[in-house]
């Protein structure tokens, strides 16, 4: 399963849901099963690393994201991977609307597709402080430790 997290600008929310769910994904000894990478649907920060504030929050939890490099969503991605999972409904009707003819990739909501509320989004943290940051290293962790537990369980549609 090929697994594409999609934010704004590829510094804040996604980079933190890719560490965490690479973290769960190797805990539960899934490596081979799941890859995980992310992208912005906005190119303004692309090569950068993630925000100070986002690769601080990881670090507390013991997770180190600065080794990741923001980047711009690609045509391509639609192809290679199963799913883009969106942080919010702005990101979901952005990378819908940039979907190629030929895309096979499926997209959703993270939060929705890891069964942890309809509709339920991803706050961006970015104009926030500590406790923003904090508050979507909370919410992805627990979509990471769902996506985990479903394709441990095989209850999660891993197919596109």
């Excluded at 805990?27 to 950068?48: K, M, N, P, Q, Y």
């Excluded at 069964?115 to 923003?132: H, S």
Aim: aromatic share 4%; with cysteine.
């Amino acid at each position: 399963m090929r697994l594409l997290v999609v934010c704004l600008g590829n510094i804040c929310r996604s980079p933190l849901a890719e560490g965490v769910l690479r973290q769960r994904i190797a805990e539960a000894g899934l490596e081979r099963r799941i890859l995980v990478d992310s992208a912005g649907t906005g190119g303004w920060h692309a090569g950068e690393p993630p925000d100070r504030r986002s690769i601080a929050n990881a670090a507390r939890h013991g997770v180190d994201i600065s080794g990741l490099r923001a980047r711009k969503l690609r045509a391509e991605d639609y192809r290679e991977f199963d799913w883009l999972l969106c942080a919010d409904r702005d990101n979901l009707a952005d990378v819908r609307s940039r979907a190629p003819a030929d895309a096979s990739a499926r997209s959703a909501l993270l939060l929705d597709w890891a069964g942890l509320g309809q509709g339920a989004e991803v706050p961006d943290p970015y104009t926030g402080g500590p406790d923003d940051f904090e508050q979507v290293w909370q919410l992805v962790d627990r979509a990471a430790r769902a996506i985990v537990a479903g394709v441990a369980a095989r209850t999660l549609a891993i197919d596109a």
